[in-house]
């Protein structure tokens, strides 16, 4: 007799903390299981507690309470499908990344990671203890090896599972979106599959944390790497996937396959997934920003849009002498497009308060760039009595460029509880804008058709802080000044290397000087999402006081 083996992949959205909540979670997608007559229910990474958790599983009450709630849902579940969960194991003293199997009211194997990682994002070192590779635990007819995350990355425990007798790899996972993430996932995991003749199960969460997307994304190989199950990106799935054991040992059957976006719509997505699940994370409904009548605000206004509804989003106009009449009708049209509320608040009268008062201290010197920054902090103070007025979160509109580069005012433009943008170098702002204007999708809130006006995309971007101000007036053309902040902080490249590309010298020491003295405004800066592997926050940690500067 054809021996079977139903397995349900939950790729579902814990949140760090709400150990209730992902415990309800876990428990509704075993009733799923069993509704289905599954052997066993997988969830992903440290999902009991929700992922990363940073210093929060350093707390003893909190890893308590997280192995109490397993308890409880071992008992809730004992009968039907087994479970297989992620969660803190404290051993001996000792913490660990674990997952635990629960069947039949009691835990049947409890397996430790043992790479931990400890580059980009990941500081599992600082946490968690490595452990032995642990070997393979039985599920009814079936030897399961199940490398955590990080150990599916090496060839080594997948090859020491196979060896002492897994019959299939199930991989639960907590990897966050970069750009082109999922093609690299796809080529170790189809490593992994070649080295030990296995079927390979990829699961991983989905859900924003932080400035951390996790996409999903999982999927099902047979050996030789054939795709059995794809599960999509971004969104919560539940699936079943069946292995019937043949002469050659067990294959999945082909299930669900969806097709992953390409890299734009992905990078999109991330950004209002981003931003929906940090508002609705820390108990935030509704978002305002300063809409200006520039491209970066108009983009972070449509993503706010597609994450919350246009209902839910607050844009406002706050002009000073010198913004243009062209600035005031495109903010206009932009918020009609969309749909969202935009309410005007003049600056000029605490302009001129502001300069009333400091006009005796300032006597004898020329105007200059201490008073455009007055007019930046200035609609910084109004954006934020308007947050706290009305408990709506302000999001702050500055693109990785001038991020890198501290075109942007400390507490002024820079004020706000998240950032849509901060990892984007200005010149893909452009080209999101574009994609966004011709594309639409189930999962974005607000309305089809074009909903930023074309002149707020090719007009000279301007903060409009002096007469006939543009940006370029203080930065090389963005083309020139993102492909420099690609090669220093994306790259890591030197000097030399940049201008061997053909960049003019001067130009990239400025360049590379202004990265270097803006640190403390980074340090400063709101939170935002992470769509690359050179991020600036965790990704990225440089000191502030520091006099290093390349010779090359």
Request: proline share 6%; aromatic share 8%; charged share 20%.
């Amino acid at each position: 007799m054809t021996s079977r083996f139903r397995l349900t992949l939950a790729q579902l959205n814990p949140t760090v903390g709400a150990i209730d909540d992902n415990a309800r979670l876990a428990r509704d997608a075993w009733d799923h299981a069993r509704a289905a007559g599954a052997d066993m229910l997988a969830l992903t990474e440290m999902f009991i507690t929700g992922y990363q958790t940073q210093d929060l599983i350093l707390k003893p009450v909190f890893v308590e309470r997280a192995e109490a709630a397993l308890m409880q849902l071992a008992r809730d579940c004992a009968e039907g499908p087994a479970i297989g969960i992620g969660a803190p194991a404290l051993i001996d003293g000792k913490l660990y990344n674990a997952y635990w199997v629960l069947q039949a009211g009691k835990v049947v194997a409890k397996v430790l990671k043992h790479h931990l990682p400890n580059t980009d994002v990941f500081d599992e070192k600082r946490v968690f203890t490595p452990a032995d590779v642990s070997g393979p635990y039985r599920i009814g007819p079936i030897r399961i090896g199940t490398p955590i995350c990080e150990d599916a990355w090496h060839p080594d425990v997948a090859e020491t599972l196979q060896e002492t007798g897994a019959e299939i790899l199930l991989v639960p996972n907590g990897s966050p979106y970069h750009r082109g993430k999922p093609n690299l996932r796809l080529n170790l995991m189809v490593a992994r599959v070649v080295e030990t003749g296995l079927p390979l199960v990829y699961l991983n969460m989905v859900g924003g944390q932080d400035d951390q997307v996790f996409d999903g994304s999982s999927m099902v190989l047979n050996p030789g790497g054939e795709l059995a199950v794809q599960m999509p990106q971004f969104d919560d799935c539940i699936t079943h996937v069946d292995f019937v054991q043949h002469d050659q040992g067990w294959r999945a059957e082909p299930g669900m396959v969806v097709e992953i976006p390409r890299v734009w719509e992905a990078d999109y997505r991330a950004c209002v997934m981003a931003l929906q699940d940090y508002m609705a994370k820390t108990g935030f409904t509704k978002a305002l920003l300063g809409l200006s009548g520039g491209v970066d605000s108009a983009l972070v206004a449509t993503i706010a849009a597609d994450a919350l509804g246009p209902e839910n989003v607050r844009c406002v106009m706050l002009p000073s002498a010198y913004t243009s009449a062209h600035s005031l009708e495109d903010a206009g049209e932009c918020a009609r497009l969309l749909g969202v509320r935009l309410d005007t608040v003049p600056i000029g009268g605490a302009q001129g308060a502001v300069g009333e008062a400091l006009a005796e201290l300032f006597a004898g010197t020329q105007p200059g760039i201490t008073e455009e920054n007055i007019q930046s902090r200035l609609r910084g103070v109004m954006l934020m009595a308007i947050s706290n007025k009305f408990g709506e979160m302000l999001l702050t509109t500055g693109n990785k460029s001038e991020v890198a580069v501290g075109y942007c005012t400390i507490y002024g433009d820079m004020n706000g509880g998240y950032n849509p943008l901060k990892d984007m170098y200005k010149t893909r702002v452009f080209e999101t804008c574009r994609w966004r204007n011709a594309n639409h999708r189930p999962w974005m809130k607000g309305p089809e058709g074009v909903v930023i006006p074309d002149r707020i995309i090719t007009k000279p971007p301007s903060a409009e802080l002096r007469p006939n101000q543009t940006d370029q007036d203080s930065l090389p053309p963005y083309e020139v000044l993102d492909a420099i902040l690609e090669g220093l902080v994306d790259k890591e490249l030197s000097v030399a290397d940049i201008v061997a590309q053909g960049f003019d010298r001067a130009t990239v020491k400025r360049v590379e000087h202004l990265l270097y003295i803006s640190e403390y405004k980074r340090f400063q800066s709101a939170p935002g999402v992470r769509l690359t592997p050179k991020s600036f926050w965790l990704d990225r940690r440089y000191p502030i006081a520091m006099r290093f500067r390349d010779p090359s």
